[in-house]
T-cell receptor, first 116, second 112 residues
Framework: DAGVIQSPRHEVTEMGQEVTLRCKPI?????LFWYRQTMMRGLELLIY????????DSGMPEDRFSAKMPNASFSTLKIQPSEPRDSAVYFC??????????????FGPGTRLTVL | SQQGEEDPQALSIQEGENATMNCSYK?????LQWYRQNSGRGLVHLIL?????REKHSGRLRVTLDTSKKSSSLLITASRAADTASYFC????????????FGSGTKLNVKP
């Protein structure tokens, strides 16, 4: 298995531009998570999906952030418009949830976003 | 906050020594997980311990969980330079299905 795949690995953009981060979870996993990691705030859960449905988006910082999961094998996190304070490493993780039993999360390599 | 908080924030030891990291949390959990993150990389799952378990082992790793004290510890025995990384605990909420809260991590440096 290729693991969780994220693209791009690095993104440098200018303030005000739209940024789209992509994630392909591990095949067969039914839960997907988006995290953001910064030195100041650590690792923050932004949103998670179960069976392609957003379950909790309370971690999404503001309306500029949106996430979609159109099918079981693809998710996007979009920032529009981007701001310098959005600079961070964004991780996608997936997990298999069976019978309401928690299991480990598998993390992707992350996307390092720099907003100038 | 339901976040697990690791202690110490940083730990420096010599190769061959044992490393112990602690995690405290505030609300009831379903499970607690430990992850490792090497610099510039994603997180790697180490161990999951459920709320009805007290101890778990995996190779050189030993995790304990004390739900009465709302705390967990991760012990790495006979540490190696390759164990140098940040270690995070993540608490799985007993109230909010599948929602995890990560602590700020312990940065472990194992000197060769």
């Amino acid at each position: 298995d290729a693991g969780v795949i994220q693209s791009p690995r690095h993104e440098v953009t200018e303030m005000g531009q739209e940024v789209t981060l992509r994630c392909k979870p591990i095949s067969g996993h039914n839960s997907l998570f988006w995290y953001r990691q910064t030195m100041m705030r650590g690792l923050e859960l932004l949103i998670y999906f179960n069976n392609n449905v957003p379950i909790d988006d309370s971690g999404m910082p503001e309306d500029r952030f949106s996430a979609k999961m159109p099918n079981a094998s693809f998710s996007t996190l979009k920032i529009q418009p981007s701001e310098p304070r959005d600079s961070a490493v964004y991780f996608c993780a997936s997990s298999l949830v069976e019978n309401w039993v928690y299991n480990e999360q598998f993390f992707g390599p992350g996307t390092r976003l720099t907003v100038l | 906050s339901q976040q697990g908080e690791e202690d110490p924030q940083a730990l420096s030891i010599q190769e061959g020594e044992n490393a112990t990291m602690n995690c405290s949390y505030k609300t009831s959990i379903n499970n607690l997980q430990w992850y490792r993150q090497n610099s510039g990389r994603g997180l790697v799952h180490l161990i999951l311990i459920r709320s009805n378990e007290r101890e778990k082992h995996s190779g050189r790793l030993r995790v304990t969980l004390d739900t009465s004290k709302k705390s967990s510890s991760l012990l790495i025995t006979a540490s190696r330079a390759a164990d140098t990384a940040s270690y995070f605990c993540a608490t799985g909420s007993a109230y909010n299905f599948n929602k995890f809260y990560f602590g700020s991590g312990t940065k472990l440096n194992v000197k060769p």
